[in-house]
């Protein structure tokens, strides 16, 4: 069985975990974007649909169990018995063992999946309860909302103890080129950060506007300099 979820550290991946498997390995390099994460001893892939779809007709929907936060983001109208189905699928799936063969179990009770308890350490965080009211009085979407949370979540986490709204430009700058050099974040998931930050000054904390640029002749000699995001 295999398990994916949304990456609690960068919303736009998916964690995509299984038993060491020679088979599971070869078939999951077929995702497009697909890496192996050394830190956390697992696969990320792109959180879009065709990753959804890809999983599914490489491993097999059987083999599969998905967080349900992944099933609500991709199927918003699921009913109960869908969501209950893909996060908690039965095992063995139906038609196993092969026939011919016996199978050779030693599971380990464990507990179900969509019932690991989220991470709520930062929910009453000042920062975080702010941008949630604003977000919702300006009807932001869900998913803008989740990665607008963990982006400035984890500004707070490399900022600290220091708060962000105190902030210099020169200090955030250098953050960025943080997630450029030791998060190698896409420039669309840098985006996501920097957006979320931006909101966050000038929607919630009523800041000026401002404007932030990757001197990316610094860190990746392929990419021009001086390229900026907004």
């Known amino acids: 069985m295999i398990t994916v979820c949304i990456d609690k550290r960068d ?8 038993p060491a498997d020679v088979t599971g390995n070869d078939l999951i390099r077929n995702i497009p ?3 192996w ?3 956390r001893r697992c696969w990320v892939v792109p959180n879009t649909r065709d990753s959804i779809v ?3 007709r490489l491993f097999g929907k059987a083999y599969c169990r998905f967080d349900e936060a992944v099933v ?3 199927k918003p109208t699921a009913d109960s018995l869908t969501i209950e189905q893909a996060t908690n699928p039965p095992w063995p799936p139906a038609g196993w063992p092969p026939a011919g063969q016996t199978a050779v179990c030693h599971t380990v009770p464990r507990r179900r999946f969509r019932y690991a308890p989220p991470d709520t350490t930062f929910d009453q965080y000042p920062v975080v309860v702010a941008l949630y009211n604003t977000l919702h ?6 998913k803008t909302l989740k990665n607008y949370r963990q982006a400035l979540i984890a500004l707070i986490q490399h900022t600290a103890p220091h708060s962000i709204g105190g902030l210099s430009r020169e200090t955030y700058q250098q953050y960025l080129l943080y997630l450029v050099i030791c998060r190698r974040l896409s420039s669309s998931t840098r985006n996501v950060h920097i957006n979320a930050y931006k909101f966050y000054r000038e ?4 800041h000026d506007t401002e404007f932030y640029a990757i001197d990316y002749a610094c860190t990746r000699g392929k990419e021009r300099p001086g390229r900026h995001a907004n």
Do not use: D, K
């Open 54 to 56: 890809h999983i599914g």
């Open 203 to 206: 929607q919630v904390l009523g």
């Open 137 to 142: 009085t300006l009807n932001y979407s869900p």
């Open 33 to 35: 974007g697909r890496r």
């Open 37 to 39: 994460s050394y830190s």
């Open 72 to 74: 609500r983001l991709y």
């Open 11 to 18: 919303p736009n991946l998916l964690v995509v975990s299984f």
